[in-house]
């Protein structure tokens, strides 16, 4: 198919690359050009509306509302030419009012949205084996299917539009939550003179220690030793914008979450004392380290 890509950062440029490899005809847009022109054997767009007009799928995963708005509505933005019959899969962790209100822009230019926000990390995204949440009708889930097949070792068909995001926050808040209580945990055992990468490795062995930590855990190690994590996958300012968004809409349903209340307060601290850029594991880090610092 002719796919296009509108928001090649991290996430962004693996999902490209994976297209590209399953022989796709992809082509691919961001704002800054360069990270565009990273991915081999893609087409570079100089607009999101010529990026439309190359590609019969359009997916997006930008970095929030003001993003999707300007990307998809600005000045030649991704609806601003002709777009019926074109298909918008739009991967973006926002509110769900804000999915909604796309999907009805969208479709009334005759075109089909799909919201299919993503669990997992750039690892996965290359591999083909995020966890799809997805929101839509019936009829536009079975066509965007095949494609988010291929980039999705599960996809999981939420309800309509604003369903697919309620589900990523369902699927992220525990994550979220987890990184603070580990570093409470590991706070405790700095008492213990056992090694922090054999300490990490018995935690993942154990029932409370959820799958993240298998891949996550030799980085939080390293990190406890002074050392570093490797590549950063997702940062602590995307945990703080995505707690943001949860108790956003938590509060628009009355529901209230203070664990996830708390621990934006702890984030927000380790980003005032460590870096925002900084691995998201690193709140465990700081909070273990807390009061030697």
């Known amino acids: 198919m002719?796919?296009?890509?509108?928001?090649?950062?991290?996430?962004?440029?693996?999902?490209?690359?994976?297209?590209?490899?399953?022989?796709?005809?992809?082509?691919?847009?961001n704002r800054t050009p360069n990270k565009a022109r990273a991915i081999a054997n893609a087409t570079v767009a100089s607009t999101p509306a010529e990026l439309a007009r190359h590609s019969e799928a359009i997916i997006t995963i930008l970095t929030d509302a003001a993003a999707l708005d300007a990307v998809y509505k600005g000045k030649g933005g991704l609806i601003t030419g002709e777009i019926a019959?074109?298909?918008?899969?739009?991967?973006?962790?926002?509110?769900?009012?804000?999915?909604?209100?796309?999907?009805?822009?969208?479709?009334?230019?005759?075109?089909?949205?799909?919201?299919?926000?993503?669990?997992?990390?750039?690892?996965?995204?290359?591999?083909?084996?995020?966890?799809?949440?997805?929101?839509?009708?019936?009829?536009?889930?079975?066509?965007?299917?095949?494609?988010?097949?291929?980039?999705?070792?599960?996809?999981?068909?939420?309800?309509?539009?604003?369903?697919?995001?309620?589900?990523?926050?369902?699927?992220?808040?525990?994550?979220?939550?987890?990184?603070?209580?580990?570093?409470?945990?590991?706070?405790?055992?700095?008492?213990i003179p056992l090694d922090p990468a054999r300490l990490m490795d018995l935690l993942s062995e154990t029932s409370g220690g959820p799958n993240v930590l298998k891949a996550r855990g030799p980085g939080v190690a390293a990190m406890l030793k002074g050392g570093d994590p490797g590549p950063v996958t997702f940062n602590v300012d995307g945990g703080i914008k995505d707690i943001r968004a949860m108790l956003a809409e938590a509060k628009s349903r009355s529901i209230e979450l203070p664990l996830l209340e708390?621990?934006?307060?702890?984030?927000?601290?380790?980003?005032?004392?460590?870096?925002?850029?900084?691995?998201?594991?690193?709140?465990?880090?700081?909070?273990?380290?807390?009061?030697?610092?």
């Not at 991967?91 to 230019?109: D, F, G, I, Q």
Request: overall charge positive.
């Open 85 to 191: 019959g074109r298909l918008f899969i739009e991967m973006s962790t926002v509110l769900p009012a804000t999915e909604m209100a796309l999907a009805e822009t969208v479709r009334a230019k005759g075109a089909t949205f799909v919201e299919c926000p993503v669990g997992g990390s750039t690892g996965p995204a290359r591999q083909g084996k995020l966890i799809g949440l997805m929101g839509a009708d019936d009829a536009d889930a079975a066509r965007a299917r095949p494609i988010l097949e291929q980039l999705c070792r599960r996809v999981e068909h939420a309800g309509p539009v604003g369903a697919g995001s309620i589900l990523k926050f369902t699927i992220n808040m525990p994550l979220m939550i987890y990184w603070q209580a580990l570093g409470e945990a590991l706070a405790l055992a700095q008492s």
């Open 2 to 29: 002719r796919i296009g890509v509108a928001g090649i950062g991290k996430m962004g440029a693996a999902i490209a690359a994976r297209l590209v490899e399953l022989g796709h005809d992809v082509a691919v847009w």
């Open 262 to 293: 708390r621990a934006l307060a702890c984030y927000e601290e380790t980003k005032r004392h460590r870096s925002g850029e900084a691995e998201v594991s690193t709140v465990s880090v700081y909070w273990a380290t807390r009061g030697k610092q």
